[in-house]
């Protein structure tokens, strides 16, 4: 039997010229996640936590799915819970975008909001409350502890990077959120060879507007963060990634989120360092997600 769930995972990688003329000895490709059902990398941490729970018995029918996520997560919980026949509620920041309150409520799914002062870590704090209160009730993935999270792109996305640049990536640059991606990807990519860099992308200050990327020196540190697996941590500022995010929309046709930005302004300072190399990184989600909060330029006075 096949569900959309099947669809989650093997995403293309689509090679980006912006920084050919610059840098001609840097191929640079990206995974663009957004070809997951959900519309972003987080189907696949989503897939992952909600199977392992399934499995280890911790998931059952008369369980909600709780968590708390700025939204991408969420899109993935509530599409899979639909597919799968399991109840959702999401806590997120008052603040996140209409478009991925919208999508959320599309698929079924219920939102309580945490203050929008506190971010991310206000969501965590609440879901923690909420869970506490009633911890039969909740299945609580927690994305930010869970192994299931990053064990999804080690076994996923590394191994789909190691096959589509048949092994020559020398190169591997991905933002920081709960760290999944980074840290699940890096460890597969490392095992297999060794002498594979890794950068890591986080906001360059803890007042940012890199939806889905987490300040690590000011925020609840993630349980699945390893700094081992980290070669570099670059701080990337916000405006030059939302111009990054602009240009690569208007030069190839990618529109892509302001974290995908984020990526090609470390694969840009990476190509001025090294000169030559295969660098892949991921795109984590569209532009399509960002129109209403004007990244785009497009937002109608
Ligand atoms: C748009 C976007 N980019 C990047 C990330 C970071 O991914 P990860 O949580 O695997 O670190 C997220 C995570 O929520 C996200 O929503």
Redesign the pocket.
């Known amino acids: 039997m096949s569900d959309i769930t099947r669809l989650v995972g093997n995403t293309p990688l689509l090679r980006v010229r912006l920084f050919e003329r610059e840098f001609p000895r840097v191929e640079v490709h990206a995974k663009a996640e957004w070809f997951n059902p959900g519309g ?3 189907d696949r ?1 989503a897939l992952s936590m909600i199977e392992d729970g399934e499995k280890r018995g911790a998931l059952t029918r008369d369980k909600t799915i709780i968590d708390s ?5 969420g899109i993935a919980y509530a599409l899979i819970g639909a597919a799968k026949g399991y109840r959702v509620q999401l806590v997120m920041p008052r603040n996140v975008s209409a478009e991925r309150k919208a999508l959320v409520t599309a698929y079924g799914a219920q939102i309580l909001y945490s203050d929008a002062g506190e971010g991310s870590d206000g969501a965590i704090r609440l879901v923690r409350e909420i869970v506490a209160a009633q911890p039969e009730r909740y299945f609580y993935p927690d ?1 930010y502890s869970n192994p299931a ?1 990053p064990r999804a ?1 080690y076994e996923g996305t590394a191994l789909e990077i190691l096959e589509q640049t048949a092994g020559r990536i020398t190169h591997f640059v ?9 840290t699940g990807t890096s460890r597969r990519l490392k095992e297999h060879d060794a002498s594979i860099r890794t950068i890591a992308v986080q906001p360059d200050d803890s007042f940012h507007g890199l ?3 987490k300040h690590l020196p000011t925020a609840i540190v993630p349980r699945i963060w390893d700094q081992s697996l980290a070669d570099e941590v670059w701080g990337c500022p916000t405006e030059p990634a939302y111009e990054l995010a602009r240009a690569v929309a208007r030069s190839e046709g990618l529109l892509v ?4 930005g984020a990526a090609l302004w470390a694969v840009r300072r990476l190509a001025g360092a090294i000169h030559e190399g295969v660098v892949v990184t ?1 795109f ?2 569209s532009g399509d997600r960002y129109l209403s909060t004007g990244l785009f330029g497009a937002k109608e006075s």
Do not use: C
Not at 174 to 182: I, M, N, S, V
Not at 257 to 260: A, K, T, V
């Open positions: 972003s990398v987080k941490a996520t700025s939204g991408n997560t994305q999270n792109h991905a933002g920081l959120g709960t760290t999944g991606t980074f939806e889905g990327l989120g302001h974290s995908s991921i984590p989600d």
